[in-house]
């Protein structure tokens, strides 16, 4: 992987974040021979298609002071944990309910020293908390997840994008959407973003707070 090619299209990445992906990216590699966090096949793909799908989030979100997160079915910590590195002034909540994938991240959270992140075991549904953002990277169907966390989500307008839902997806978002009644607010075009055809089809969907409480499910 040429790093400066990859690293050029993520120009808001400080050095000092760089530096914390890379001890992430060892340690992610370290892990994933004890516990499956990562599919074997794409180990080796590691920043181009895990890192590069959770980094893409930098170019669109935006955040004055700060914001509270929740991952959830983070599995091996994507993307809070990546977030949680480029967001230091936010607060992350990464959640699942398998507990050896909740502790592994809770390790790489330590080892990287990261203050505004934590793990915890547990179900989704269980959450009474309140946060800005929630975010999923294709955990399940989008009107189950939504289902899940629609109480859980605070209506806003702080940063460059309202509070909502950021969620990573395939294609054919829009029958589900449509199934819901549900206006997408944006829907970031990954395949052309990151200029990959592994990406194509690919998209982070934002919704909106306001939108997500007249959803039907």
Known sequence: MDSERFQALFPKITDEQWDLLSQWSELMR???????LVSRKDIAYLEERHMAHCLA????????????FLDVGTGGGLP???????????????????????????????ALGLKNAQAKQMRAE?????????????VKSLPLFLSWIQKNIRVGKTHSLKNGVLYWKGDAYLEETDFMGLNVTNAFDLGVQLKDEFFSSKYIIHIEAERLKKAKF
């Open 30 to 36: 370290d892990w994933n021979e004890k516990i499956n």
């Open 80 to 110: 809070g944990l990546l977030m949680a590195i480029c967001y230091p002034k936010a607060e992350f909540t990464l959640i699942d309910s398998i507990g050896k994938k909740v502790a592994v991240v809770q390790a790489l959270i330590d």
């Open 57 to 68: 989030i930098t170019e669109h979100l935006e955040l004055k002071g700060g914001a509270r």
């Open 126 to 138: 269980d959450l009474s908390q309140k946060y800005d953002f929630i975010t999923g990277r294709a």
